[in-house]
């Protein structure tokens, strides 16, 4: 049914709001509207279809989803596809759901399972894939690219958000718990009004801080433009589904969307304030935490008052300089008092602020001569006092509103300076929106985005309702009933399936806004299980070539970070740890969720396999086919590695065909065929037959030691170690013993422990290595990050026998770091020690470590311990890094002395947990007692001079071969793609 201009206008209303006769100014924006298509499908209420009657409906079709898509099928003679097979099924289930392919066993586990009873194999599977912690990471990979998400600043600095990560673990976190999509929404554009004492809800508003921002702009009132001008964006995009931003400059040339609307939906947001004080905390945390603060500002306040008073000079002088660097009006605007300060004026204000506090964090490093000394002393006095001090509160980036009263929104430029208050889409209510305090929780809030958030999670909101549905079905086919899931507006494309669309809609209200039990819906339906590999009939290839009408299942490449984490899958080393801070660079084994996201550049299978830009709403990735990502896959060191990886585990069969068959099943996840048996023998011939052809000998014998010692010797006995000790010495029998397979990774905060003897130092600088994960590269990056405990020689700068820990990591402003942590504790030759470092990483500031020791042959010794403070709070370890006692992962720096007992554990101990105390954790990832003079099972020899591991690629030709093997089946389209 055609609506008439004026019953459509009046039932939208009624539907959304406004009730009433419209005013003046009310009909001469109906008037504006009246010159467009306002009879567009998009802003008509939802429909109410019925369940289509279908012909072949119970021998195809599983539930009401397949009569709407058999319906238009029938209708021109089309026959949907068959059910696709067990592995088939399982496999785009697992790539829907959480992203990872099944292993094999999975795969034979449901295979069977499938030719027991099929619909109750698969809703079980569904089940399982939907409860798993991986959906989060999955379908928050997807919220993610659609709320533009980075780690960073963007623009040409580009600086790291150290923070950003918490709302990206929020969003994984309330997608695993399934929350209602409209509390989901509610949240992120105003859970600080809504519920300002749910820490959850506070950290969710970190959507509203994603917004570019440059840190050298001078001029803040456009800035603060640019900010809204984003915010405005990228919620028009996602809530809407439509390019608000077409109608910033004039009325939308093409959609019944006015210059006006997109300024009454910026007045929405016009009150927010950024401010970097705000942490997630309930009121109950926040009360002990200022507690126990006041306990330790009132035993540090004379030092902190002569602290500040050496400090306060140069803040002072920082001030002035970076404000004059603004123009006079911003400068008078800076200075005012802040009483006098307007709403919009106390939001650029913070702008400048913030380039303020930028020059002033670098004062105490200005410091001279004798105030630079009195400094350094009052600041290690602080550290000894850092025990008293409690731990930070967990800092995010969120918002509040700026106050009660919020500036309104005003046209950049406009000349006759007209103000908005908020309101929605004229064409559905052209009257303001009905704001009120009353619902308002955070007392000093304006109200407006709460507002927003409850007109845009009503269930009768037939544009919310339609934009999600919407994205459900083209993240599980590839393509949404409207293809252009940011623009159903009349530049997008028209839904293929209208009433079904609508249906939807309403199911998902009465599903109680769960995303999981509609995405149980759309996949437990024929259309979405059937196969894709088919033959088209005359009817589909005649009326339907593109498979609008989805006859087929649709084949679909893998997207970048699915491609990354399967060839980690494949291996069997993808680490499970969930959230925390993103790291670095390709080398470390988590899921690319946790990857730190910079706006420039993105990470290399981000950039090459068409990532999402993270400045714009991605409601849809391309697909594209270039010749890098050939050359990505076949020569990049990370995709070698896997294929190495998946090589060695292949070589553990004792045949060729044990070997070719394993190398299937991890990447592939199924068994050859025999042709490809047949075709892998071959080829794995032919590459042994080249080696041994043009390289000759390939496993040189190791070289013979150049100091015949004893590999064990007699260590004084102590409650921590037996009467036995490794003889760790350079050129030796044991010149260092590597771990082999720890269990997982120590992590940010962790404790080593070792009980020795030193016998000598190096002539020069060099570092006699106690134990180690860390192979020191002059270029700083995540590939060099790790750790080493050490003790310093005759030339160091930190003099002679100093236990230092050496850092490299991720630092407190978010860059690569190395830094030498000395303790400023000795230790002597020829003395047994007790030695331990508790390595913690911080959040904001950086960490410490706290170095324990005890010198076990003077009976009459206490222990010593200190705290160092150090700037690292991001990952300080690559996991593919070895760990070994004596050395590091290189030549040189090698121990010269003897280890009784070492313990790594993966946590900070407290004094009494370690091996020296009351009550020693049992709790290790490592711990070593060498007794009756041999090697732990965990320990291997590294041959003397051996430095690094060398390339497996030259240590075995069959092994050879078999990389090459498993490097040709991650570049397979088997791999690559979904069908």
């Not at 313990?903 to 020693?920: C, F, N, R």
Request: some cysteine; hydrophobic content about 40%.
């Amino acid at each position: 049914m055609i609506f008439q201009t004026f019953i459509f206008r009046l039932s939208c209303c009624l539907l959304l709001g406004s009730v009433g006769v419209a005013s003046a100014g009310e009909r001469t924006i109906q008037e504006r509207l009246s010159a467009k298509d306002i009879d567009y499908w998009f802003f008509k209420p939802l429909t109410h279809p019925d369940v289509p009657v279908v012909k072949d409906g119970d021998s195809w079709c599983r539930n009401e989803i397949d009569r709407f898509i058999l319906a238009k099928q029938e209708a021109l003679g089309i026959v949907p596809a068959p059910r696709a097979d067990a592995r088939t099924l399982i496999r785009r289930a697992y790539f829907d759901l959480i992203g990872l392919p099944p292993e094999f066993e999975e795969v034979q586990a449901f295979r069977e399972a499938f030719a027991k009873d099929p619909d109750a194999a698969f809703e079980q599977l569904i089940d399982e894939l939907l409860k798993s912690p991986r959906y989060g990471e999955r379908w928050g990979r997807h919220w993610l690219d659609l709320a533009r998400y980075g780690d960073s600043n963007g623009y040409k600095a580009d600086e790291y958000r150290p923070h950003m990560w918490r709302y990206r673990d929020w969003v994984i976190g309330a997608l695993n718990a399934d929350m209602p999509y409209d509390q989901f929404v509610r949240w992120q554009i105003a859970g600080d009004e809504v519920a300002p004492e749910n820490p959850d809800a506070v950290t969710a508003t970190g959507f509203l801080r994603l917004w570019p921002y440059e840190s050298n702009q001078r001029d803040a009132p456009k800035q603060w433009g640019i900010i809204l001008e984003d915010i405005t964006d990228v919620s028009g995009s996602l809530f809407l589904g439509l390019s608000m931003g077409c109608a910033k400059c004039h009325d939308h040339k093409f959609d019944p969307i006015l210059q006006d609307d997109y300024f009454r939906l910026q007045a929405f947001f016009s009150g927010i304030y950024p401010d970097d004080s705000i942490v997630a905390a309930t009121p109950e945390e926040k009360k002990v935490h200022a507690e126990s603060l006041a306990r330790w500002e009132e035993s540090t306040a004379a030092l902190r008052k002569e602290r500040d008073g050496l400090l306060a000079q140069g803040l002072k002088n920082a001030e002035v300089n970076a404000v004059k660097k603004f123009s006079p009006e911003l400068q008078s605007l800076y200075n005012k008092p802040g009483a006098e300060l307007t709403p919009l004026e106390v939001q650029h204000k913070f702008l400048i602020q913030r380039q303020v506090d930028i020059e002033q964090e670098k004062v105490a490093t200005k410091l001279k001569d004798a105030a630079k000394a009195r400094y350094e002393a009052i600041e290690a006095e602080l550290k000894k006092l850092a025990a008293l001090k409690p731990k930070p509160l967990t800092p995010v980036y969120a918002v509040r509103d700026v106050g009660p009263v919020a500036p309104a929104a005003y046209i950049p430029d406009d000349d006759e300076k007209r103000s908005f208050s908020p309101g929605f889409l004229s064409i559905l209510d052209p009257g303001q929106a009905k704001v009120s305090r009353e619902g308002v929780k955070a007392g000093n809030s304006s109200g407006r985005r709460t507002a927003l958030a409850d007109w845009l999670t009503r269930p009768d909101n037939q544009i919310t309702t339609r934009v999600m549905v919407n994205r459900l079905w083209h993240y599980h086919f590839g393509s949404g009933i409207v293809a252009t899931g940011n623009d159903f507006g009349k530049q997008g494309t028209a839904p293929t399936h209208p009433e079904l669309l609508d249906w939807l809609a309403q199911r998902f209200v009465k599903e109680g806004w769960s995303l999981k039990r509609m995405q149980k819906l759309i996949m437990t339906s024929a259309v979405w299980q059937q196969a894709s590999l088919v033959e088209p009939g005359d009817a589909a290839s005649r009326n339907d070539p593109g498979n609008q009408l989805i006859w087929r299942q649709s084949i679909r490449r893998l997207e970048a970070e699915q491609i990354r984490d399967a060839t980690l899958q494949s291996g069997l080393e993808l680490d499970s740890t969930m959230g925390g801070a993103g790291f670095d660079g390709e080398a470390v084994l988590r899921r690319s969720i946790y990857q730190k996201l910079m706006k420039n550049p993105r990470t290399l299978f981000l950039n090459t396999f068409d990532g999402p830009d993270g400045f714009n709403s991605c409601a849809c990735r391309d697909v594209s086919t270039t010749a890098p990502q050939a050359l990505v896959m076949l020569n990049n060191e990370f995709l070698n590695r896997r294929a190495q990886r998946i090589a060695g585990l292949a070589l553990t069969e004792k045949t060729d065909e044990g070997s070719i068959d394993r190398a299937f099943q991890l990447v592939l996840g199924r068994e050859p065929s025999g042709e490809e048996v047949s075709q892998a023998r071959e080829f794995l011939d032919q590459v042994r037959a080249g080696l041994s052809k043009n390289k000759g000998p390939v496993t040189p014998p190791a070289p013979a030691p150049k100091i015949q010692t004893t590999a064990f010797k007699t260590f004084p006995a102590s409650p921590y170690s037996s009467g036995s000790a490794v003889n760790i010495q350079p050129n030796s029998l044991f010149e260092k013993v590597e771990v082999n397979g720890l269990p997982r990774n120590e992590g940010g905060s962790f404790t080593v422990q070792a009980v020795l003897s030193l016998d000598s130092l190096y002539p020069d600088a060099s570092v006699r290595t106690i134990a180690s994960r860390w192979r020191s590269s002059p270029e700083l990056s995540a590939d060099s990050y790790g750790w080493s405990l050490g003790i310093t020689s005759v030339k160091s700068k930190y003099s002679p026998g100093n236990l230092i820990v050496q850092l490299t990591g991720q630092d407190n402003a978010g860059n690569p770091h190395y830094e030498v942590i000395p303790s400023g504790i000795h230790l002597p030759e020829q003395a047994a020690f007790y030695v331990a470092a508790v390595i913690e990483t911080g959040s904001t500031d950086g960490g410490t470590v706290t170095f324990y020791a005890h010198n076990l042959s003077d009976p009459g010794a206490q222990m010593e311990s200190v705290i160092v403070p150090h700037p690292f709070t991001g990952p300080i370890q690559v996991p593919e890094r070895r760990l070994f006692l004596g050395g590091r992962d290189e030549d040189g720096h090698l121990f010269d002395g003897s280890i009784a007992r070492f313990a790594l554990h993966d946590h900070a101990l407290k004094a009494e947990e370690l091996l020296t105390g009351t009550s020693p954790a049992a709790d290790a990832l490592v711990d070593l007692n060498f007794k009756n003079d041999q090697l732990p099972p965990q320990l291997v020899r590294a041959a003397p001079g051996s430095g690094t591991a060398p390339s497996l690629k030259k240590s075995d030709p069959r092994l050879a071969a078999l990389i090459d093997l498993s490097l040709a089946l991650l570049n397979s389209n088997e791999f690559l793609y979904i069908d």
